[in-house]
C-alpha cells in the first residue's frame, strides 16, 4: 500500500536517482522516486560501464553487475581516442557493455528493496519551498500535491523543471547513434571515440552491442542541421579506414547531452530543493556519466541524512562531499585537453 506522506521526492528513475533514494531508504527515510515514463525505460547510450562506475555499485549497492543487463561483448577492454589529428590513444581499463533500460532498472529494483517508492508515468511539473518544507506539483492531478522536507531533482539532460526553477536556457548537444548489422575491423571490446572535427563538434563513436554496430555523432543544438554531413562523412571514413560494410540499419535515435564545458559549474540548489547528476552538470568529457551521477547521488543523500533539518548544512555538506568528484571530472578534462586542441 503507498505511503500518502514522504520525507522527500526524487525526480527520475536513471542511476542518480536510484542512487539517491537507495541510499536515503537504507538511512530510513521515506523516499518516493517519480519517473515521468514507463519503466524500463529506455535511454539513448553507448551503455559503457567503466571499471570506476562497477565499483560504485559495489560500494553503494553492495552487489555486482548481473549478467542479465549486460549485452555482448560482455566485457569492455577500455577507449580509444582518435584526436583531432588522427593520433590514437588507448587506455585499458576493464568495464561492462550494458543495456541501459535493464541497467538503470537493476539500480531501481535495489532502491525498492531497501524501501524506496516508484511511481512511473507521472512527471514533477513544478515545486514551491515553503521555507519549512516543499510542495511538489504532480502530473496526475489524482495524486494531487505533495508536501515533502526536500525535492532532488536528478532529471537528466533536458532538465525541464530546473530551467523552470532557475529560469535559464537550454544548454546542450544533439547526439544521433544508428544500429546497423555488418562487419567492421574494430575490436568490439573497445569503446572508439573520434575527435576530427569534420564528423562531429564534439565526438564521434563507435561500440558493439548484441552484434550491432554502433556509431554515433553529436552537434551543437545550434548545429543540429549538419547531423547528416557528420554523420556520412564518419560512415565514409570508417569504410575506408576499418573496413565498414553495412548490410543493413536496424535503427536509430537522436537524443540530447548536456554542453559540457571545461569550466563545468555545478548547480547544487539550495534551500530544500538539490539538483544531482546530469542536470547539476555532473558530467565527465566525452559524456561518460553515469559514475558521477551516482557519486553525486551518493554524496546529496548522505548530506540530507546527516543534517535532515538543516537545509543550508545539506548544502554545504553536499559542495564538500562532491570536492574529489569535481577535481577527478576536472583531471580528465586535462587528459582530453592533452590529446585535442579543441
Ligand atoms: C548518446 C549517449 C551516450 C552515452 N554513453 C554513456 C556511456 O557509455 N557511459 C556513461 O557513463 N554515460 C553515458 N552517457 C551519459 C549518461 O547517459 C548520463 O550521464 C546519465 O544517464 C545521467 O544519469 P541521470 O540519472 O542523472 O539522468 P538520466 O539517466 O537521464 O535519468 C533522468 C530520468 O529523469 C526522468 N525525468 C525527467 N524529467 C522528469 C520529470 N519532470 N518528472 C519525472 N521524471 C523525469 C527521465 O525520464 C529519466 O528517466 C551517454 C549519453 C548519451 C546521450
Same mark, same amino acid.
Given at each position: 500500500?503507498? !505511503?500518502d506522506t514522504?520525507?522527500?521526492?526524487?525526480v527520475?528513475?536513471?542511476?542518480?536517482? &536510484?542512487?539517491?533514494?537507495?541510499i536515503l531508504?537504507?538511512?530510513?527515510?521515506?523516499v518516493l522516486?517519480?519517473?515521468k515514463?514507463k519503466?524500463?525505460?529506455y535511454?539513448s547510450?553507448?551503455?559503457?560501464?567503466?571499471?570506476?562506475?562497477?565499483g560504485?555499485?559495489?560500494?553503494y549497492?553492495?552487489?555486482?553487475i548481473p549478467?542479465?543487463?549486460?549485452?555482448?561483448?560482455?566485457?569492455?577492454?577500455?577507449?580509444v581516442?582518435v584526436?583531432?589529428?588522427g593520433?590514437?590513444?588507448k587506455?585499458?581499463q576493464?568495464?561492462?557493455?550494458?543495456?541501459r533500460?535493464?541497467?538503470d532498472?537493476?539500480?531501481?529494483s535495489?532502491?525498492k528493496?531497501?524501501?524506496?517508492?516508484?511511481?512511473d508515468?507521472?512527471?514533477?511539473?513544478?515545486c514551491?519551498?515553503?521555507?519549512d518544507?516543499v510542495e511538489v506539483t504532480?502530473?496526475?492531478?489524482?495524486?494531487?500535491?505533495?508536501?515533502v522536507?526536500?525535492?532532488?531533482?536528478?532529471?537528466?539532460?533536458m532538465?525541464?523543471?530546473?530551467?523552470?526553477l532557475?529560469?535559464?536556457?537550454?544548454?546542450f548537444?544533439?547526439?544521433?547513434?544508428a544500429?546497423?548489422?555488418g562487419?567492421?575491423?574494430?575490436?568490439?571490446?573497445?569503446?572508439?571515440?573520434?575527435?576530427?572535427?569534420?564528423?562531429?563538434?564534439?565526438?564521434?563513436?563507435? !561500440?558493439?552491442?548484441?552484434g550491432?554496430?554502433?556509431?554515433g555523432v &553529436?552537434?551543437?543544438?545550434?548545429?543540429?542541421?549538419?547531423i547528416?554531413?557528420y554523420?556520412?562523412?564518419?560512415?565514409?571514413?570508417m569504410?575506408?579506414d576499418?573496413?565498414?560494410k553495412?548490410d543493413?540499419?536496424?535503427k536509430?535515435?537522436?537524443?540530447?547531452?548536456?554542453?559540457?564545458r571545461?569550466?563545468?559549474?555545478?548547480?547544487?540548489?539550495?534551500?530544500?530543493?538539490?539538483? &544531482?547528476?546530469?542536470?547539476a552538470?555532473?558530467?565527465?568529457?566525452?559524456g561518460e556519466?553515469?559514475?558521477?551521477g551516482?557519486?553525486?547521488?551518493?554524496?546529496?543523500?548522505k548530506?540530507?541524512?546527516?543534517n535532515l533539518k538543516?537545509?543550508?548544512?545539506?548544502?554545504t555538506?553536499?559542495?564538500?562531499?562532491?570536492?574529489?568528484?569535481?577535481?577527478?571530472?576536472q583531471?580528465?578534462?586535462?587528459?582530453?585537453?592533452?590529446?585535442?586542441k579543441?
Amino acid at each position: 500500500m503507498r !505511503n500518502d506522506t514522504y520525507d522527500i521526492i526524487i525526480v527520475g528513475a536513471g542511476p542518480t536517482g &536510484a542512487t539517491c533514494a537507495k541510499i536515503l531508504a537504507d538511512n530510513g527515510l521515506s523516499v518516493l522516486v517519480v519517473e515521468k515514463c514507463k519503466l524500463p525505460r529506455y535511454k539513448s547510450c553507448s551503455g559503457m560501464i567503466i571499471a570506476k562506475t562497477a565499483g560504485l555499485v559495489k560500494e553503494y549497492f553492495d552487489v555486482e553487475i548481473p549478467d542479465g543487463v549486460k549485452c555482448t561483448p560482455y566485457d569492455n577492454y577500455g577507449m580509444v581516442f582518435v584526436n583531432d589529428d588522427g593520433k590514437e590513444y588507448k587506455f585499458e581499463q576493464r568495464g561492462f557493455n550494458v543495456w541501459r533500460s535493464e541497467f538503470d532498472n537493476f539500480l531501481l529494483s535495489k532502491a525498492k528493496e531497501s524501501g524506496a517508492e516508484v511511481i512511473d508515468g507521472v512527471s514533477v511539473i513544478g515545486c514551491e519551498d515553503l521555507g519549512d518544507c516543499v510542495e511538489v506539483t504532480l502530473s496526475d492531478r489524482d495524486m494531487g500535491k505533495k508536501r515533502v522536507k526536500y525535492l532532488i531533482d536528478c532529471e537528466g539532460a533536458m532538465g525541464v523543471l530546473k530551467r523552470k526553477l532557475l529560469n535559464c536556457d537550454k544548454d546542450f548537444i544533439v547526439t544521433y547513434q544508428a544500429f546497423y548489422d555488418g562487419k567492421i575491423n574494430l575490436d568490439p571490446h573497445y569503446f572508439y571515440a573520434y575527435l576530427q572535427p569534420q564528423f562531429s563538434e564534439y565526438d564521434a563513436w563507435f !561500440n558493439v552491442k548484441d552484434g550491432m554496430l554502433v556509431l554515433g555523432v &553529436a552537434a551543437e543544438r545550434n548545429s543540429i542541421s549538419k547531423i547528416k554531413e557528420y554523420n556520412d562523412n564518419f560512415i565514409k571514413y570508417m569504410q575506408s579506414d576499418h573496413g565498414l560494410k553495412i548490410d543493413k540499419k536496424i535503427k536509430e535515435e537522436k537524443w540530447i547531452m548536456p554542453h559540457i564545458r571545461r569550466d563545468f559549474n555545478i548547480d547544487y540548489g539550495n534551500g530544500r530543493v538539490f539538483f &544531482a547528476g546530469e542536470v547539476a552538470g555532473f558530467l565527465n568529457p566525452m559524456g561518460e556519466g553515469i559514475s558521477c551521477g551516482m557519486e553525486s547521488g551518493y554524496h546529496l543523500a548522505k548530506a540530507i541524512s546527516e543534517n535532515l533539518k538543516a537545509p543550508q548544512k545539506i548544502l554545504t555538506a553536499y559542495q564538500q562531499y562532491t570536492t574529489d568528484l569535481k577535481a577527478y571530472m576536472q583531471r580528465q578534462w586535462n587528459l582530453v585537453s592533452i590529446m585535442s586542441k579543441r
